[in-house]
């Protein structure tokens, strides 16, 4: 989407998330994506464990919702994310949008928990994302 | 039981590429025809659209008989929005196209059972049949209209399984 306005893009936006996301201590998260999928049969009925990329993304903060503790419920999360570390991984896989990127994306690590994407949104500002705040969950733990 | 749950899905989708081409999703990278196993997935935060998704539910097993009989419950999910290009106001005739798809999926009601843990697939000695579908009423929230449909599904186990 971008933005009708008769204002020249700049990064200026993108750069003060960064800084305002670093001076928060913003760490690293790791998306796991679907990698090389011969997507056979064995595939599509989980017999044969698909191949996972572990793609690096940072500056990110995350933050805990508001609590609304329920029986059996699990922790929300917020996960922000530079707009700029996401493109960068963008280019380098060679995608064609964020949502891509996204969409190939099983789960989050952060400092070794998993978690489990809910929803995505975007924060634009003169018609470029600076940031991408991921709902997020923790993951149960999986056998080994 | 997992062979029969392996070979119905199997079927499913490959009767479904027969049917309508069309119907795909981009999953896990890869195209594939509009037709998941729920359990052999990533978790979903919102089912995916106009592609079907089996989920097995309920299990039954009958050890009086020749051959244990199992009958599982399979529930077949599918929802739509309609199309961008008629504004969703064809939601109602895509849910029914989906309908007919898996009306014409489930015929015949039966397929060979085969072992899909060897490459490739090793056919077995029985068959996997079911019954015919109940169909829920559709549930309609908002812009989005879902079904779902159930299905028994029999097998009976063989020597090894």
Redesign the interface.
């Known amino acids: 989407m971008s933005d009708t306005a008769s204002r020249n893009p700049t990064w200026a936006a993108q750069m003060l998330a960064d800084a305002l996301l670093r001076t928060v201590a913003g760490t690293t998260a790791t998306l796991r ?5 011969t ?1 056979t ?7 044969v464990a ?1 191949t996972f990329a572990e793609v690096p993304v940072s500056p990110v903060v995350m933050r805990k919702l508001r609590p609304s503790w329920q029986e059996g419920g699990q922790s929300k999360w917020e996960l922000l994310v530079s707009a700029t570390g996401i493109q960068a991984q963008v280019n380098a896989l060679d995608l064609a949008s964020a949502e891509s990127l996204f ?2 994306t ?2 989050v690590t952060v400092a070794g928990q998993d978690y ?4 995505i949104a975007a924060n634009e500002a003169v018609g470029q994302v600076y940031l991408y705040r991921l709902l997020v969950r923790e993951a149960g733990l999986e056998a080994v | 039981m997992q062979n029969a749950k392996d070979s119905f899905y199997v079927a499913l989708r490959t009767r479904l590429v027969a049917i309508n081409p069309e119907r795909t999703i981009l999953l896990r990278a890869a195209v594939r025809p509009g037709i998941l196993v729920e359990e052999a997935e990533a978790p979903f935060a919102q089912l995916p659209t106009d592609v079907f998704v089996l989920r097995w539910l309920g299990l039954g097993v009958d050890q009086d008989l020749p051959s244990t009989m199992v009958a599982e419950e399979c529930e077949v999910l599918y929802s739509t929005l309609g199309t961008q290009s008629f504004g969703g106001l064809d939601r109602g005739r895509a849910l029914s196209e989906m309908d007919e798809e898996l009306v014409a999926m489930l015929t015949p009601f039966w397929t060979p059972k085969l072992n899909y843990t060897a490459t490739p697939p090793a056919a077995m000695l029985t068959s996997v049949f079911w019954e015919e579908p109940v169909f829920a009423p559709i549930t309609p929230v908002r812009d989005r209209l879902s079904r779902t449909a159930r299905v028994v599904v029999y097998s009976y186990q063989e020597a090894g399984e």
Do not use: C, Y
């Open positions: 994506v679907a990698g090389t999928n997507n049969d064995q595939s599509q009925i989980g017999l698909t969409a190939m099983l789960a489990l994407i809910e929803s």
